[in-house]
């Protein structure tokens, strides 16, 4: 069993393939133990969630992208 | 110390707390295990400038912040999974003191041992699934004679395009819960994601399936024949599978 890539190198080029970045962030916001309580500065609702996915939609369309408007 | 936070990436049973001299977190800053009984929760020192909410705000606006985090997340809680038991936390766990990650830790210990007993020599493996839309489930279809008016023969072949297109989309929602039910009967247990939006990872065809999958470390052979045999089984569908991952997926703690 291998782990793929050398995340130590992705992690200081910011280099991962769209792909597997998404494939990651749909595991790191999406799933894993959510928390709630007094104690927590910020996190894990699922709105707060959505709201960053869909600001990072924005953001990589921007880049990625043309705009006909 | 106001402005530093703790930074919350994993719960493990039975870390040795000496390896993590060897790994980093965010901004290289040290790693440290906040025990409680055989529990340790696995984090390290932030700035509440970046990780506040209010920075965070901010910062998860900025998608070289958030991969960044995203990358070093993934990296320590695959340390940990290499070396423990471990059930990860959402990214971006951020707790105002050592005190209250070792409370926290209390109030979640019976569940999280349930959740590491589920998790234990298991790991979460992805496959996706794809349509390609240049080859229809189903081709032919009535040709319009030849005798009819231009209108009719327009109408007719609307009708038949858009009986095409669900006949087409059922199929591949039918192919999609065969895959996802063939790998579940190979999996300890599987989860259906939503599926990624093709703007942000420049796929193409349709993505149909998005599963994701808890496997015995004894059966990923087994798990990863069954994808192989899927490709030859659905040839109009593309399938990709990505792992091992630290399970993510299957280590959810639902607040009480």
Known sequence: MTVVGNRTQAEANRSLQPVALVDLLDRVLGAGVVISGDLTISLAGVDLV???????????????????D | MADTGY???AISRGL????LNTEVGIEQAALQLVKHQDLGAVVSHVSLQDFGEEGLRRNLEDLAWLESVAVTHDRVARFCAERATTAPLRMATVFLSEDAVREQLAQWYDRAEEVLNRIEGRSEWSVKAYADPAAPAETGGDE?????????AYLLRRRTEAQRRESTAQADAEAAQAIHDLLSNHAVAGRQLRPQDRQLTGHTGEMILNGTYLVDQGRVDEFLDTVAALRSEHPGVRVEHGGPWPPYSFATLEPE
């Open chain 1, 50 to 68: 959505q709201i960053r996915l869909h600001a990072l939609i924005s953001s990589v369309r921007a880049e990625m992208v043309p705009h006909d």
């Open chain 2, 7 to 9: 930074y919350f990436y």
């Open chain 2, 16 to 19: 040795d707390p000496d390896v």
């Open chain 2, 144 to 152: 319009p004679p030849e005798t009819m008016g231009e209108g009719m």
